[in-house]
């Protein structure tokens, strides 16, 4: 299970690395078009699509699988060890596909966060300009507001301490 677990959070890390690198350059790709598409059918040239950039879940899911596939053939011929069991196939496959999509949000945040930054800051500064503005405003309410009701309250005569001591009795 440990081996699983590190194969996955690999695989995961390596669907990251395929992404990234796919997202520069794709000529590996671009041969393959060319080898296998007639002229008419080939990629255009600003077309990014890679094996995993651009594409479907089912498409990425079948280079993926046979990249692990031919991957795993070669490993069985160079090392005679039964390392490459299914469950450890299975996982480098899902992990490389959950790096992808992982890759694949990141680069999209990414790109909008960068978009919108100049916006934000203006957004930012707007805010902070009508924060300060309710603050002054609420200030100066209470300030109006404490002055008036002072300026309201009439004073009560009271009476003295003599006379409230009579009231009592007690003098």
């Known amino acids: 299970m440990t081996l699983e677990l590190i194969i996955f959070i690999a695989a995961v890390l390596f669907g990251i690395f395929i992404y990234w690198r796919e997202s520069r350059n794709n000529g590996l790709y671009r041969f393959f078009n060319k080898v296998i598409n007639s002229k008419a059918l080939q990629m255009k040239p600003e077309d990014k699509t890679g094996f995993v ?20 053939v070669v490993v069985r011929f160079l090392i ?27 680069f999209k945040s990414s790109e909008v966060i960068e978009e ?8 930012m500064q707007d805010t902070i300009e009508k924060g300060k503005d309710f603050i002054e405003d609420l200030t100066s309410k209470d300030d109006l507001e404490i002055e008036t009701v002072k300026r309201e309250q009439p004073k009560v005569e009271e009476k003295s301490a003599r006379e409230r001591l009579k009231d009592k009795g007690l003098l």
């Open 80 to 106: 005679p060890i039964d390392v490459a069991t299914i469950s450890i196939f299975a996982s480098m496959i899902v992990g490389t596909i959950i790096g992808t999509y992982l890759a694949n949000f990141i």
């Open 116 to 123: 919108q930054t100049d916006s934000l800051e203006d957004i």
């Open 53 to 72: 950039y651009k594409q479907s879940f089912l498409l990425r899911l079948v280079f993926v699988g046979f990249l692990f596939l031919i991957g795993i």
